[in-house]
């Protein structure tokens, strides 16, 4: 199993309560009904919503993770709209996780992609910050 050097295309929202205005930072996140004031002090689980791209940059390959319930993470709201993420768990990578056609090289450059299959799956230099943002009103 080769280890993933992580180059973070996308990871969806975790799930939580928000209310924001995009015209202004005036996010406020809600943890167990009191406003996050500090950061790391509310600590949350989620699922990562549609597919997240990793990258093994010196290897030249590429992976896709769709988002399932079998993909989660863990991490940390607040204040405002800043985050952090510090898990992220795939139980079976081999059902949820494939080769993409390309992967960049380490000169940043779209190449063939190296990877055949993937079998297992290593998230590595982790936390990752994370910007947070309310994609749908949760009063509807």
Known sequence: MKKL?????ALGTLGVLASASFATDNTVWL???KEV???????VKGEAEGAITMEDMKEEAAVEC??????YGEGWVGPGSEGEITSIT??????????TA???N?????????????????I???PWAALLELVADVNK
């Open 37 to 43: 004031t500090a950061p790391k002090t509310c600590l």
């Open 90 to 99: 795939y139980t079976e990578p081999s059902k949820n996780c494939k080769p």
């Open 124 to 126: 590595v230099d982790l």
């Open 102 to 104: 390309k992967a960049l």
């Open 66 to 71: 769709v988002a399932t319930s079998e993909g």
């Open 31 to 33: 943890c167990q009904g």
């Open 5 to 9: 050097i992580i180059a973070l295309s």
């Open 106 to 122: 380490e000169a940043g450059e779209e190449v063939a992609n190296k990877c055949e299959a993937v079998r297992g799956l290593e």
